[in-house]
């Protein structure tokens, strides 16, 4: 047995990038375009170095950094930071992976496998994994705003432990060349996401499964109940429909409803 919860490790350094002032507004938010310029706005969201201007000090921008941190013990940056460019986010991940992930992989004794035949699992947001794979891979900076992280698709590091650095032969990608080994690539994802469009085959499983009423609507009750189905300890559970219900669900209003066509 080589897995155990009591082995997760939590890290404020792995948090997203911390916007500034428009942090916590949606990124398509037509006000927001009005306000700064869509330009202004791919420079901050793409590039290495653009940052939104800060939050004013009498903003509470101490709620970025959770108080989960505080009970996992571990330290907060001080001062915390007003705003945040992919660079500085890139700082404090490359000091997470020198200090702490790379201590884990190579070096701590008494886990269950020995350092050659580990594996670790690093769970973070698609900036923070952007910024790390700049590092193992040495992204030009005319290169990140082409550095891609689609949404849960797991992207497969091999290292040499004498070296601790990659060990693949790089492959090309828009960002250049890359050793990350996708285990599902972005052409499969673009498939997944055309499944579940609108009369997608996902989209079809999905109605399948908790159309009760079977008049082609679903409404949020009928999505909630399905999801509680499947989430019964002896449901079948196909992981795919699963996790469509519960993003539909959540964005859902109660007087919402979604039609297979």
Known sequence: ETWSSGRIR???????????????????????????????????????????????????HNTYYSAAPLRAGLRRPHP??????????????????EDSISTALFDEKDLPLPPQDRTVMVVAHANTLRALMAHFDDVEEEQVPNLYVPNSVPILYHFDHTKRKPVEEKLESLAGTSHARWMLSAEN???????????????????????????????????????????????AKDCAVLDLAKKCAFSMTDDEYITYE
């Not at 915390?80 to 992976?97: I, K, M, N, Y």
């Not at 499983?205 to 949020?220: K, P, V």
């Not at 009928?222 to 989430?231: N, Q, S, Y």
């Open 10 to 60: 939590r890290e404020w350094r792995l948090n997203e990038r911390h916007y500034g002032a428009v942090q916590g507004r949606l990124k398509n938010d037509p006000a927001l375009r009005e306000e700064f310029g869509e330009a202004t706005l791919v420079e901050w969201r793409r590039s290495l170095h653009g940052k939104p201007p800060p939050m004013d000090e009498s903003q509470s």
């Open 189 to 235: 994802h673009t498939h997944i996401r055309t499944a579940i469009s609108s009369g997608g085959t996902l989209t079809r499983a999905l109605f399948d499964a908790m159309d009760t009423t079977q008049d082609g609507m679903l409404c949020r009750s009928e999505l909630e109940a399905g999801i509680r189905e499947l989430m019964r300890p002896d449901a």
């Open 80 to 97: 915390e930071p007003l705003t945040e460019s992919l660079a500085g986010c890139q700082r404090r991940v490359v000091d997470c992976w």
